[in-house]
């Protein structure tokens, strides 16, 4: 492990350039609503928030959940479409699913309260090594270093390191971790890489690490860590029935698991090439949900993309067909009055389609 390797000299030099480092961050540091509690729930949340999602998008997302949950049982207590809702637009939807989880499972085990002991906490829904390692030193003062994106691209360059593996990262975190501080210096080093060790042109002019960087003594900071070629993201299509009964509209709810797990949706087949939409959609919602439609008229495409491919949602409005057979209705299929789909939790892809619909009935 390299962060057992470091030599007497080099430990001292960055132990130096670490206090510079928690000076820079007493000074500059962003002023964020979840840096000014030790509350271990709300800095849970935060943490859980922000995995994979820009502060700026956090801020009153964060602010509307510690005022809809304010604490560990008031999450346990509430339903789950409500936690969804809550959450919508934020994506991941599993974090908040295992965030409402893990709430039941301190109420029922330990009163409410979120664990100290990070064995206890790391075995909670969702709880991974990077979430414990943030709550346990920020919170309780464990000495314990966070490796985040922010803290790996930090290490790739102040080591260069050219093919880091994950216990290279972990032991040279541990080892640039002083005892008795890691609240301070795990959140100085995830602010270093946000605010001026960038993925993209580092501000090295300033940088309270740049005397003992080695990227930038090479100089050629931007090329660690080495750039992974990406792999081409995956295209879906997908023919959407926006199928009304007197002022209702047939809405799906998606399985617990996977992918915007538990969210209500608009019924919906995957196209394969050159198929026909509108055939292709009746023929599945026939098979599917047991309805019989005629696509009626195209309303304008809905693109979205996802961390992992990217689709085009065709929507189409349907009326039933004459003879057809009643949708089977009962969870997890229902009909919602249009002005009432507001109350449903659903994805940002779906809340265009309803945008959408309301602009073709006028309402």
């Known amino acids: 492990m390299l962060g057992a390797m470091l030599d007497p000299s080099e430990r001292r030099r960055l132990r130096r ?90 109420v029922e085990t330990n009163g409410g309260r979120v664990p100290a002991d990070p064995e206890a906490f790391r075995a909670l829904p969702g709880v991974g090594p990077y979430t414990c390692a943030a709550v346990m030193s920020i919170a309780f003062d464990r000495d314990m270093a966070v490796v985040d994106g922010n803290v790996k691209r930090v290490l790739a360059r102040l080591f260069a390191l050219s093919a880091p593996s994950a216990r290279d990262y972990d032991g040279l975190a541990a ?80 399985p617990p698991g996977g992918l915007l797990g538990g969210l209500w949706e608009f019924p919906r087949v995957e196209l394969h090439g050159d198929e026909d939409a509108s055939a292709s ?18 309303l304008p495409d809905v693109t979205h993309a996802y961390s992992h491919f990217r689709v085009t949602l065709e929507p189409w409005l349907c009326e039933r067909a004459r003879g057809g057979a009643r949708a089977r209705e009962g969870p997890p299929t229902c009909w919602v009055a249009v002005d009432r789909l507001e109350e449903l939790p659903m994805s940002t892809a779906d809340r265009k389609l309803m945008r959408g619909l309301r602009r073709a009935l006028g309402v």
């Open 17 to 106: 350039a670490v206090a510079r480092l928690h000076d820079w961050y007493r000074g500059a540091a962003r002023d964020l609503p979840w840096r000014r509690t030790r509350d271990p729930y709300a800095i849970w949340i935060s943490e859980a928030m922000l995995q994979q999602t820009q502060v700026t998008t956090v801020l009153p997302y964060f602010a509307a959940w510690l005022e809809a949950f304010p604490d560990v049982a008031a999450l346990a207590r509430a339903d789950e479409q409500d936690v969804l809702r809550r959450w919508e637009g934020l994506g991941y939807y599993s974090r908040a699913r295992n965030l409402h989880r893990a709430a039941k499972i301190v």
């Open 175 to 254: 080892a640039l971790l002083p005892p008795g501080t890691a609240a301070l210096h795990n959140q100085a080093m995830m602010e270093l890489g946000a605010r001026l060790c960038t993925p993209r042109s580092p501000v090295c002019e300033g940088c309270p690490l740049a005397r003992v960087c080695r990227a930038r003594a090479a100089g050629e900071p931007g090329a660690f860590p080495p750039r992974r070629e990406r792999p081409e993201v995956p295209h879906r299509r997908f023919a959407v029935g926006l199928v009304l009964r007197r002022g209702e509209v047939l809405v799906d709810r998606r």
């Open 281 to 298: 959609l009746a023929a599945g919602l026939r098979q599917a949900l047991g309805v019989a439609v005629r696509a009626t008229e195209r």
